[in-house]
C-alpha cells in the first residue's frame, strides 16, 4: 500500500514540476527574439488545439465522473444532483469572478503593447488574480488522479497545453510594464509553484479527507470549463479570424484528446 502510493506521489509531482516549468518556459520564450516571433505566430494554433482537448476532457471525463462519485457516495439522493452542479457552477463563476474582477487585465494571448505600457499594479493584480486559477490547475490533476490515474494524465495534458500561452501572456504583460527577465521569471515561477501547491494539497490534505475528491473534482471542472469555453474558445475566435487552419486546430484539439482516450482505456491495462 505504501509502495502505490509513492508511485502516485511521484506521478503527481512529476506532473506538477512539468506543468510549472511549462509556465516559465512560456515566459521565457519571450526573450529570444527569433523563438517569440515563430511561437507567437503558432500560438493561436496552440490555444486551439488546447481548447478542443480541454473541453473534451471536462465534458466527457471530468463532468460525467463528477456526477457518477456523487451518486456512488449519495446513493439516497441519486435523483437530486444540485449540489455536483452547484460545485460546478461554483468553480465556473469563481474564475469568472478572479478573471474579471481580481485580474481584470488578464487575457490568454498577446498582451505586449509596442506604444502603450500598461501599470504595474494592473500586471501584478493580473498575476495574483491568475493564482487562483493555477492552484486549481493543480487541484484538478490531483483529484482527478486519485479517482482514476488515466483521467489523471488526460486532465495533466489538459492543464499542459494551456500552460505555455499562460506564462506567455503573463510574461508579456510584465514586459509591458518595462520590467525585464527577473520579473519575468518571478511572476511565471510563482504560477508554476502555485501550480504544485495545488496538487500537494489535495494530495496531502484532500486525499485524507472521506468523499474530498467529490467536492473537488466538480469544482475544477467548472474550472476548467471556464479556462476552455470561455477563455481559450473566445480567443481562438478572436485570433484565429478568417483561418480556416484555426478552427481546424480546435477539431483537431477534439480528436486528439479520443485518440488518448482510446489508448489509455482500451490499449492499457488499468
Do not use: C
Request: proline share 4%; no cysteine; glycine share 10%.
Amino acid at each position: 500500500m505504501g509502495r502505490a502510493a509513492n508511485s502516485v506521489l511521484i506521478q503527481l509531482l512529476i506532473f506538477g514540476i512539468v506543468a510549472a516549468a511549462a509556465n516559465m518556459v512560456g515566459g521565457l520564450i519571450l526573450f529570444p527574439s527569433k523563438l517569440h516571433s515563430t511561437y507567437k505566430r503558432f500560438l493561436k494554433y496552440l490555444l486551439a488545439l488546447g481548447a478542443g482537448f480541454m473541453l473534451s476532457v471536462t465534458i466527457f471525463e471530468i463532468l460525467p465522473k463528477s456526477i457518477l462519485l456523487w451518486q456512488k457516495n449519495n446513493p439516497e439522493t441519486t435523483d437530486e444532483l444540485y449540489v455536483p452542479m452547484l460545485l460546478i457552477m461554483a468553480g465556473y463563476l469563481l474564475t469568472q469572478f478572479v478573471e474579471h474582477t481580481i485580474a481584470p487585465h488578464f487575457h490568454l494571448g498577446e498582451e505586449v503593447h509596442a506604444d502603450e505600457l500598461i501599470s504595474s499594479r494592473s500586471a501584478y493584480t493580473a498575476v495574483g488574480g491568475l493564482l487562483v486559477h493555477t492552484f486549481f490547475d493543480g487541484v484538478s490533476i490531483a483529484a482527478a488522479a486519485h479517482l482514476d490515474r488515466n483521467l489523471g494524465l488526460l486532465v495533466f495534458i489538459a492543464v499542459l497545453m494551456h500552460k505555455f500561452p499562460e506564462g506567455f501572456s503573463i510574461g508579456s504583460m510584465v514586459l509591458a510594464t518595462g520590467q525585464g527577465l527577473r520579473s519575468v521569471l518571478t511572476s511565471t515561477g510563482l504560477m508554476g509553484i502555485t501550480t504544485l501547491a495545488g496538487v500537494l494539497t489535495f494530495y496531502f490534505v484532500g486525499s485524507n479527507i472521506t468523499s474530498a475528491v467529490a467536492y473537488a473534482l466538480p469544482v475544477s471542472g467548472g474550472v476548467t470549463l471556464y479556462v476552455a469555453a470561455s477563455d481559450l474558445i473566445p480567443e481562438v475566435n478572436h485570433h484565429g479570424g478568417n483561418r480556416p487552419g484555426v478552427s481546424i486546430s480546435v477539431f483537431a484539439g477534439v480528436a486528439l484528446f479520443f485518440a488518448f482516450h482510446f489508448f489509455l482505456h482500451e490499449m492499457l491495462p488499468h
